[in-house]
């Protein structure tokens, strides 16, 4: 009986290090775009981007794997899956930016990408830290914290994107436009993904305290 509890407790641990684990490619992968974007002609950039996504993947696929061999999980099960998924859904966002540079040929930095990308490593750097505090939900004004500061790194993501689309319009290359406003978007998107893990993880500091 007392391995049987052993066992228990080593994959409660086992998923949440995971968990973090995944959360920290968010911030690698983010890192890298920033990188990506300060040199579009560095092209292993898209390489490596594209290798932690598929990292990322696997990480998943182990997490919601090892939610549905353990019987007693460290916090709901739903709760866990949604917060991998949120996770992964900024990676893939992410992916999808550095992929639309290259299969565009974008070749100079768009206006404002630079600044977007540095608040999304911001806000990734965010979930991480709200994500490895769920192994032990002692100080929740703290995780809430971290919540409402990705919230306001995604307004201020909110302002850059406002600002590269006026700038965009000016343009009178309508292809320059549509590939351009499609990045802007998924760049939107990514901080939109990294509030949706911040919602997840509120909630569960809320019906845990």
């Given at each position: 009986?007392?391995?049987?509890?052993?066992?228990?407790?080593?994959?409660?641990?086992?998923?949440?290090?995971?968990?973090?684990?995944?959360?920290?490619?968010?911030?690698?992968?983010?890192?890298?775009?920033?990188?990506?974007?300060?040199?579009?002609?560095?092209?292993?950039?898209?390489?490596?981007?594209?290798?932690?996504?598929?990292?990322?993947?696997?990480?998943?696929?182990?997490?919601?794997?090892?939610?549905?061999?353990?019987?007693?999980?460290?916090?709901?099960?739903?709760?866990?899956?949604?917060?991998?998924?949120?996770?992964?859904?900024?990676?893939?966002?992410?992916?999808?930016?550095?992929?639309?540079?290259?299969?565009?040929?974008?070749?100079?930095?768009?206006?404002?990408?630079?600044?977007?990308?540095?608040?999304?490593?911001?806000?990734?750097?965010?979930?991480?830290?709200?994500?490895?505090?769920?192994?032990?939900?002692?100080?929740?004004?703290?995780?809430?914290?971290?919540?409402?500061?990705?919230?306001?790194?995604?307004?201020?993501?909110?302002?850059?994107?406002?600002?590269?689309?006026?700038?965009?319009?000016?343009?009178?290359?309508?292809?320059?436009i549509i590939k351009l406003?499609?990045?802007?978007?998924?760049?939107?998107?990514?901080?939109?993904?990294?509030?949706?893990?911040?919602?997840?993880?509120?909630?569960?500091?809320?019906?845990?305290?």
């Open positions: 009986m007392g391995q049987f509890f052993s066992w228990v407790k080593s994959n409660e641990k086992e998923i949440l290090v995971t968990l973090d684990d995944l959360a920290k490619k968010s911030v690698q992968i983010s890192e890298e775009l920033v990188i990506m974007l300060t040199d579009l002609k560095i092209h292993e950039c898209h390489k490596k981007i594209h290798s932690i996504e598929t990292e990322a993947d696997k990480l998943v696929r182990d997490i919601f794997s090892e939610l549905n061999r353990t019987f007693i999980t460290p916090l709901d099960r739903e709760d866990m899956q949604r917060v991998a998924s949120k996770i992964d859904d900024t990676i893939d966002h992410i992916d999808g930016i550095s992929a639309r540079l290259q299969s565009y040929k974008i070749t100079t930095t768009p206006p404002y990408a630079l600044e977007m990308a540095n608040e999304l490593v911001k806000a990734t750097k965010e979930v991480e830290l709200m994500t490895s505090k769920l192994r032990n939900i002692k100080n929740p004004s703290s995780m809430i914290e971290h919540c409402r500061k990705t919230s306001d790194i995604e307004h201020t993501v909110d302002d850059l994107y406002s600002a590269a689309i006026t700038k965009l319009f000016e343009s009178k290359d309508p292809i320059e406003k499609d990045i802007y978007e998924k760049m939107e998107s990514a901080s939109d993904r990294c509030v949706d893990v911040a919602d997840v993880v509120e909630d569960i500091v809320l019906k845990y305290t």
